[in-house]
């Protein structure tokens, strides 16, 4: 008799946004002429395509898998020692931040990472999330068997959720009581919102004090236009010492069907054993990676490399500049709507509160019912996100404008 993995089975009916693609589905079918017209600003996915110096090097290395003399097969697990060296050099050392080639792993998807980052900690970790938060966090924690089971609200036991509200700008505080690991987002994912210095001050004096991990994910740093804000938790000092961070090219550089990220897992970060010894996990998370992954293909890593040439540089910055442009059209809209809005400043994601007494999925249906737009109903992310949805900014500047002026349009 073969045994699953009970812990699937603890987890909630589905994922949001296969529910979401179910309900957009199930419209679509019944209002073809509606559906003509849909706009999808739900899933945070990338429209525009790659930038011209990522294509002529994939080009280029298409090319090269076609001759013998220059074919690449199995290429190191951890990445390429010139895309390691391109990224800690622009992305860390660049600003002055102490990061060694060797300490960055490329992957392919932070998803992926933030999931597989749970195979080197262990079981018994009092664990950290945010409240609204990314579900992946907290959905590979309950198939890891982090978690007991949820509640009716949809709270997992175990888990010590930190409500995010506008009160504290969506960024919560340190928890009174003790945590072992604690998932950080910023700009965050859902609400748009950024960490100041001072908040991730207060993060890193916690987890040294506490022995604790902050794993943070920094996918949307390049979306920081407050020169204020840090890009990375490697510029709060002592970081190094408590963090990991997640970076990724899908939202910079529009790899979201490409694949390709990287993970930064500092020599001198250290968790510890049940006998209280303290050992480093750099290496076992190059073990893991060694065991687990066979790498990203030769040719996607070319193309992320271009990404740090000076045209590559200029071509995302281009990019940047035009899915924050959606973004400030579609916050417009929404306030000219008389709507609550947050977000969408440092960040691709506008964060809505609904019309009193209107639930998140209520919104759902109506904006789609009757505006044919598609966003991210809030209590999707957690009990705080009700009463909240999310708009995307990756789209066409013409469907930004668009939905704009559908909000406008709608009758609560």
């Not at 938060?133 to 089971?149: E, L, R, S």
């Not at 789609?368 to 009990?383: E, H, K, M, Q, Y």
Request: charged share 25%; net charge positive.
């Amino acid at each position: 008799m073969a045994f699953l993995n009970d812990n699937y089975l603890k987890l909630k009916a589905g994922y949001l946004f296969p529910e979401i693609g179910r309900r957009v589905k199930a419209f679509c079918d019944t209002h073809p002429e509606a559906a003509k017209r849909l706009i999808r600003c739900g899933i945070g996915d990338v429209t525009e395509p790659l930038p011209p110096a990522v294509v002529a090097a994939m080009h280029q290395a298409v090319d090269e898998m076609a001759s013998r003399e220059t074919f690449k097969g199995y290429g190191p697990e951890q990445g390429y020692e010139w895309l390691r060296r391109a990224i800690a050099e622009n992305d860390f050392r660049a600003r002055g931040l102490d990061v060694a080639d060797d300490e960055i792993f490329v992957s392919d998807g932070s998803k992926c990472d933030c999931g597989n980052i749970l195979d080197i900690l262990g079981g018994k970790n009092k664990i950290a999330i945010s409240d609204p938060v990314y579900p992946v966090y907290v959905d590979t924690n309950v198939m890891a068997g982090h978690t007991g089971d949820a509640n009716d609200a949809g709270a997992y036991a175990k888990l010590v959720y930190l409500p995010c509200k506008p009160a504290n700008g969506f960024i919560p505080a340190p928890p009174k009581k003790h945590v072992d690991v604690i998932y950080l987002c910023s700009p965050n994912n859902p609400t748009g919102a950024a960490a100041t210095r001072e908040q991730l001050e207060a993060w890193v004096k916690y987890a040294l004090e506490h022995k604790a991990v902050i794993l943070f994910d920094a996918a949307y740093e390049a979306y920081i236009t407050d020169p204020a804000i840090p890009h990375s938790i490697y510029e709060i000092p002592g970081a190094r010492e408590c963090a990991i961070e997640f970076r990724s090219f899908s939202k910079n550089g529009g790899f979201t069907g490409t694949r390709c990220a990287f993970i930064v897992v500092p020599k001198s970060l250290n968790a510890y054993t049940k006998t209280g010894e303290a050992k480093p996990l750099h290496p076992l998370w190059a073990r893991r990676m060694t065991t687990k992954f066979n790498g990203v293909s030769y040719i996607v890593q070319r193309g992320a490399e271009a990404l740090y040439s000076p045209e590559g540089k200029a071509q995302v910055k281009a990019l940047i500049g035009h899915y924050l442009g959606n973004a400030e059209v579609l916050r417009k809209g929404a306030k000219k709507a008389g709507l609550k809005v947050f977000g969408g400043v440092n960040a691709p994601y506008i964060w809505v509160r609904t019309p009193k007494g209107v639930t998140s999925w209520q919104a759902f249906d109506k904006i789609l019912a009757d505006a044919n737009v598609v966003i991210t109903p809030g209590s999707g992310f957690g009990s705080k996100g009700e009463g909240y949805f999310r708009i995307s900014a990756f789209n066409s500047r013409a469907n930004a404008e668009e939905v704009a002026r559908r909000l406008q349009e709608l009758k609560w």
